[in-house]
Each structure stands twice: as structure tokens, then as C-alpha cells.
């Protein structure tokens, strides 16, 4: 059974930086891409980056020269550095990991972690 487990959460000061990782287990494929989606207070989640199994990198609009996302080369391990943080980036955030079977998308999901910027 794959499970997702995120670490590197916790406070920080706007403009400060934080490593969020995720590492997978109990697989035995490779993931077609491996995502960071977050979860504000009231609000939906949302995307925020992804990296494909091929090394392509997205980033949402808000989060884009901010973050930056990394995997190693059998996308057990995904890593999100976030630079220049502001107090809207403060959620809890999911670890993501996408594989695709005949066409259809199964999404795994770690338990979330919090990331709080605050003075």
C-alpha cells in the first residue's frame, strides 16, 4: 500500500524559507508526476507545483519564482523549497503522487502538514 509522508513543516517569519519533503513508500512503479497541493482555512485546496516524471516543473500563478520543487530520479522523494514566504501561503499542505493507468489518473495523498508565516 503506498503511503505519502510529508516532514519540514512548522512557523516561520514572512520573508523567511522552509523545505517541505515527502517521501513515498510501499510502491513498486514509478510515479508518473509527484505534486504539492495546499489547504487554507475555509478555502479549497489547491495546486501549487508539480513535477512529471520526465523533470517538467508547474507552478501556480501565486507561488511561481517563490518555490521550487525537486524529486529524485525515481520520484520516491519530492522536496518543495519555499522561498519569501508570505503570510497567505500559510496552510496545510499535501504531498501528492499521480499514476496513470490506461488513461486514468489514481492520486495518492499524505496526511498534510502545516506551514504557518506569521510575525
Known amino acids: 500500500q503506498v503511503q505519502l509522508v510529508e516532514s519540514g513543516g512548522g512557523l516561520v517569519q514572512p520573508g523567511g524559507s522552509l523545505r517541505l519533503s515527502c517521501a513515498a513508500s510501499?510502491?513498486?512503479?514509478?510515479?508518473?508526476?509527484r505534486g504539492w497541493y495546499r489547504q487554507a482555512p475555509g478555502k479549497q485546496r489547491e495546486f501549487v507545483a508539480s513535477?512529471?516524471?520526465?523533470?517538467?516543473?508547474f507552478y501556480a500563478d501565486s507561488v511561481k519564482g517563490r518555490f521550487t520543487i525537486a524529486t529524485d530520479n525515481a520520484q520516491n522523494t519530492v522536496t518543495l523549497q519555499m522561498n519569501n514566504l508570505r503570510p497567505e501561503d500559510t496552510a496545510v499542505y499535501y504531498c501528492n503522487a499521480a499514476r496513470i493507468i490506461s488513461g486514468v489518473q489514481n492520486d495518492y495523498w499524505g496526511q498534510g502538514i502545516q506551514v504557518t508565516v506569521s510575525s
Open positions: 513535477i512529471t516524471r520526465g523533470g517538467t516543473s
Open positions: 510501499g510502491s513498486d512503479f514509478t510515479f508518473n508526476a
